[in-house]
């Protein structure tokens, strides 16, 4: 069954979609979609996902967006027996835990730093937002930092799905210039993930 993947590969979302895919060696087609290629609004991809937002994966006749969902989706229906979501209960409950918080706790505040440093003008940026957003942010990686302290990956000694949805934010957090408190667990672990080809190839070059 032809699968597509719609969404361009500056988001953040898209990135961990494509990184899980390429590790399960998923034959897809990725359209672009957001950022300058628009189309969002378009009532054909409002009528795949009503967000407007990416991803969006069509996968044969089924379509699912969310980029969490989307990676859960994909271990499950091709991965079942994969240590990347393990069926055990609480080793799964780990690794939803860490990717709802991920999504619920991390990505505001680092989405507010990474759009005030990377897309705003300086002359344009928001020096309280920033400075408001890195606090905010620097309080979600200082209790991953705590987690990696006790663990290679985050819910244990193997890779997850939950890795690969910090591990985009983390290239971002540790390579953009501004003035952040040390978190050695995560710069170890980090250079782990880089270990992964799809990461180090596709995720881990200049921040933009």
Same mark, same amino acid.
């Given at each position: 069954?032809?699968?597509?993947?719609?969404?361009?590969?500056?988001?953040?979302?898209?990135?961990?979609?494509?990184?899980?895919?390429?590790?399960?060696?998923?034959?897809?087609?990725?359209?672009?979609?957001?950022?300058?290629?628009?189309?969002?609004?378009?009532?054909?991809?409002?009528?795949?996902?009503?967000?407007?937002?990416?991803?969006?994966?069509?996968?044969?006749?089924?379509?699912?967006?969310?980029?969490?969902?989307?990676?859960?989706?994909?271990?499950?229906?091709?991965?079942?027996?994969?240590?990347?979501?393990?069926?055990?209960?609480?080793?799964?409950?780990?690794?939803?835990?860490?990717?709802?918080?991920?999504?619920?706790?991390?990505?505001?505040?680092?989405?507010?730093?990474?759009?005030?440093?990377?897309?705003?003008?300086?002359?344009?940026?928001?020096?309280?937002?920033?400075?408001?957003?890195?606090? #905010?942010?620097?309080? !979600?990686? +200082? *209790?991953?930092?705590?987690? /990696?302290?006790?663990? =290679? $990956?985050?819910?244990?000694?193997?890779?997850?799905?939950?890795?690969?949805?910090?591990?985009?934010?983390?290239?971002?957090?540790?390579?953009?210039?501004?003035?952040?408190? #040390?978190?050695?667990? !995560?710069? +170890? *672990?980090?250079?782990?993930? /880089?270990?992964?080809? =799809? $990461?180090?190839?596709?995720?881990?070059?200049?921040?933009?």
């Amino acid at each position: 069954m032809p699968r597509t993947l719609f969404g361009h590969m500056k988001s953040s979302n898209v990135m961990k979609v494509v990184w899980l895919m390429d590790e399960l060696g998923l034959d897809f087609e990725r359209v672009d979609l957001g950022n300058v290629f628009g189309g969002l609004e378009e009532d054909d991809y409002r009528s795949k996902n009503p967000t407007s937002l990416v991803p969006t994966l069509v996968d044969g006749d089924f379509t699912i967006w969310e980029s969490n969902a989307v990676l859960r989706y994909l271990c499950n229906a091709y991965a079942p027996g994969s240590s990347l979501y393990p069926t055990d209960p609480k080793k799964r409950g780990l690794v939803d835990q860490w990717l709802d918080c991920q999504q619920t706790q991390l990505t505001r505040p680092q989405t507010v730093v990474f759009f005030q440093l990377i897309r705003t003008p300086l002359d344009k940026r928001d020096t309280q937002a920033l400075e408001t957003a890195i606090r #905010e942010a620097s309080r !979600v990686w +200082a *209790w991953l930092d705590t987690r /990696l302290g006790e663990n =290679s $990956y985050i819910c244990g000694n193997e890779i997850t799905i939950a890795d690969i949805a910090w591990a985009v934010h983390a290239h971002r957090w540790l390579n953009m210039d501004f003035q952040r408190p #040390e978190v050695p667990n !995560v710069k +170890a *672990w980090y250079e782990r993930m /880089l270990t992964h080809e =799809s $990461y180090r190839q596709k995720w881990a070059g200049p921040v933009t």
